[in-house]
């Protein structure tokens, strides 16, 4: 491969269930990519460890406090790499001119500035942060679209819709010839169980997914069917698609990652093992399919596909994204944020499972929603809710 040919990547999240994926594919690829910069957060001993393995130019921690710690192991270490501390440094990275990709792994809001900061700067943009998506939509679509950055989804789902479109569309526009897309959603550990039982759903019961091994915050959001609703929200922006676009079928057993539905009949859908490095390994590609190191599908084991309707009842949640959607403006920026706290309480066993759909209901109803504006306004919108939210937890509890 010629040295052009290799791919400068930037890997936010590195320490995170995506990044320890994407780090293996890249693993097993060596002779595409250059690790350019990794970023974590609190876990500087993973990070260093990648810094031994991938020796890339930067490491990023975007807890300042942990930064002479990070400077102690690298130093210890022997190597080379630059240590750098903070988000807007972070931010300053994605943009180098010698940078190719950056995959997004970054869990919450917290990943949106980069984001940003990467489209901005016209690179391509993997992502798997699906939250700066939902809270910065348009202001992610607008930069891509001026900026000509090219945008591959790593959710699977989202990834799987972008692999069942042809191979010139670009992410931002409506497919042409659609008649509808439907997401896949396993349903969660819980989409079986009795509503009367859920206020006994403890941490550790919603954070063993059935089929997924990922982080403890996206679990949690398949428990609850919140992660199924901010994917509505993700493929709204991706896809420029309404809510009467968008489907959702419950299928447990995470082998048909997603549908397009065409104008002609046609339904096309992309299967798989439910590993994340399948969708990963088609980003990191750029559409070129590379080796994942994933199992091959097996149908015939696999034995049976089953879809059902989702039961709204049950995952209040599902609806609120889609009311998000029709109110516009701040709505979705609101409800990501008071969801990502009134997860965290419940990671903390401050509050129980089916209060994070009333705590969600509640201060969606009770903020006036405005047009997004800015990153500026995001930023204060998001302290303001968090604090709201905080607030409400302490008078649950
Ligand atoms: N895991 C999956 O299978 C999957 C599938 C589809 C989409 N996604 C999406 O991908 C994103 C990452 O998910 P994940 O499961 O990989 O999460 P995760 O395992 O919890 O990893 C999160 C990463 O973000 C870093 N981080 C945490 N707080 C941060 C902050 N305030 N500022 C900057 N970095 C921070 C963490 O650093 P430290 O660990 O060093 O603190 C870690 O590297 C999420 O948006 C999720 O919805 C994940």
Redesign the pocket.
Known sequence: MSEKQIKNTVI??????????TLDIIDKNKNRFNVVAV??????N??VEICKKFKPKYVV???TN?YKKLCELINLAKLDTLVVSG?AE?NTICQLPEVDMVV?????S??ME?VLATVQAGKDLLL?????LVVAGNLVMQAAIENHATIIP????HNALYQCLPDDYSVGATPKNLKKIILTASGGPFWNRKLDTFSQITPEQACAHPN????????I?SATMM?KG?EIIEAHWLFNLGVEKIDVHVHPQSIVHSLVCYEDGSVLAQLGEPD?RI?IAYGLGLRDRIPSGAKMLDLISAKKLEFYSPNYQKFPCLALAKQAIEIGGTAMAILNTVNEVSVEAFLNKQINFMDIAIINQKIMQKVEIEPVKSVQQLLELDSEIREMTRQVVRENG
Do not use: C, F
Not at 39 to 44: D, E, R, T, Y
Not at 128 to 132: F, G, S
């Open positions: 936010l999240g590195a320490t995170g269930s995506i990044g320890e994926s970023s974590g957060h609190k876990n500087i993973k990070l921690t975007t807890h942990s988000a972070l997004a792994g970054i869990v919450g917290a990943g980069s798997a942060n699906k939250e700066a790593l959710d699977s789902e997924w091994d990922m982080g403890r915050k996206i679990s959001d992660n901010l994340m969708p």
